[in-house]
């Protein structure tokens, strides 16, 4: 049974946490095997684009040169890990995609939305989610998890967009806020400031209802 989720929202969300709770309770549920991935990343060659986007001392990256490189990483992606594993009828969870770019480089950088779209169709080959999971949360709570999760660390400090300004981060929250309204169907919106256990159940209950069966 083939089908492509996505998590969407602000740094400090809760993505990632609530990732892997769905990723145990489709595998538990259904009996499919599920494929776990994220953006920037999800593969080698993507990991180490990664690593150029999210380290602080590149600020010196251009908004456009930053674009760029997103949608190299995502080509690869796809290619290598996304269309694969729809192909052999798993279900993907994916911890950003395509309306990350549009939220952050088209809301947050101002890019040319029609040209974030027509890379995201030449990255993606026209690929769109089934259904995507908005996390939603005021963009100074998320900041605030966000850097708690970064000085907790003691790996690599992927902090360079959380050095972004809150007048940044409020036009990335506007801009995922406008694709839900715009893409109801496709999208569920879910409160990021309950607790991990109330969040989880939520999600749950919404993609449950929603994900073919059998």
């Known amino acids: 049974m083939a089908y492509f989720i996505t998590f969407e929202g602000i740094e400090g969300c809760g993505k990632s946490t609530q990732t892997e709770i769905l990723s145990r309770e489709l595998h538990t549920e259904t009996g499919c095997q599920v494929v776990m991935t994220r953006e920037p990343g ?36 796809v290619a290598e890990v996304i269309r694969p594993a729809l192909a052999e009828g798993k ?17 947050g950088r101002s890019l040319d939305l029609s040209l974030i779209e027509n890379l995201a169709q030449l990255a993606t080959g026209g690929l769109t989610p089934d259904l995507t999971i908005l996390l939603d ?19 690599a400090r992927e902090e360079r967009f959380e050095q972004e300004s809150l007048r940044f981060h409020h036009a990335v929250r506007e801009g995922y806020l406008k ?3 715009d ?7 879910v409160d990021g400031t309950l607790g ?5 159940a939520t999600i749950r209950n919404a993609v449950f209802s929603r994900i073919p069966r059998g």
């Open 42 to 77: 999800g593969c080698p060659i993507a990991n180490k684009i990664r690593a150029i986007l999210l380290d602080a001392e590149n600020s010196a990256l251009v908004p456009l040169a930053e674009l760029l490189l997103y949608a190299a990483a995502r080509a690869q992606h």
């Open 91 to 107: 279900i993907v969870l994916c911890d950003r995609f395509t309306d990350a770019t549009t939220a952050y480089q088209g809301h």
């Open 137 to 155: 949360c005021p963009e100074e709570v998320g900041l605030k998890r966000a850097m708690a999760r970064i000085n907790a660390t003691s790996g």
């Open 179 to 181: 694709l839900a309204a």
């Open 183 to 189: 893409h109801p169907a496709r999208f569920i919106v």
């Open 196 to 200: 991990i256990s109330e969040t989880a």
